[in-house]
């Protein structure tokens, strides 16, 4: 029995056989997800393969000290944006052995939303070493703490296969 619904468990297989198949490694920097996208991963037999390491980065401190993401990026434009977003991608590919990796930022609720910033708008960007960089911008709406963060994790896998094999770019 899985920790993850049917859809995601066969989406991390999926990108666990067919990554280990082209030798492909992958980070994973977390900040509304708290690690679940490489629990999704890991739940895989085999993902040790896969997985070179994941970043929890909760905190502003984190995301800084962690990945690197910038004081005044933060200052700017908060820890939920794009900008935030790819500083927290490249930082994770970057302090890792990855060839692929992806962020996410957000805002899983059902408390912190503003009008600017609401509850379901997470920031989620993958970065391979070959050169893709992408972004996309989720506005979940306000379904539901578990919903939202089961949703990004959805989208976060999806985004490592097209950052690795180049499907659907969506430049950042």
């Known amino acids: 029995m899985s920790l993850f619904p049917g859809d995601i468990e066969e989406q991390a297989r999926k990108i666990v056989v067919d990554f280990t198949a082209r030798g492909l490694m992958v980070a994973t920097a977390e900040s509304c997800t708290g690690g679940l996208i490489a629990g999704a991963l890991t739940e895989i037999s085999g993902s040790s393969a896969v997985v070179d390491r994941g970043f929890v980065t909760y905190t502003n401190e984190a995301k800084a000290d962690m990945l690197g ?23 994770a590919l970057f302090r890792s052995r990855a060839s692929v990796a992806v962020a996410v930022t957000g805002i899983a609720g059902p408390s912190g939303g503003t009008s600017e910033k609401p509850v379901g708008l997470v920031h989620l960007a993958a970065q391979s070493r070959s050169g893709t ?37 969506r430049q950042a």
């Open 69 to 91: 993401v910038t004081q005044a990026t933060l200052f700017a434009h908060g820890a939920v944006s794009k900008e935030t977003a790819l500083q927290m991608v490249h930082g």
């Open 133 to 169: 960089i992408l972004h996309r911008e989720m506005r979940y709406g306000d379904i539901g703490r578990t919903e939202i963060r089961l949703a990004t994790v959805g989208t976060a896998l999806e985004m490592l296969v097209e950052a690795a094999f180049g499907m659907k770019k």
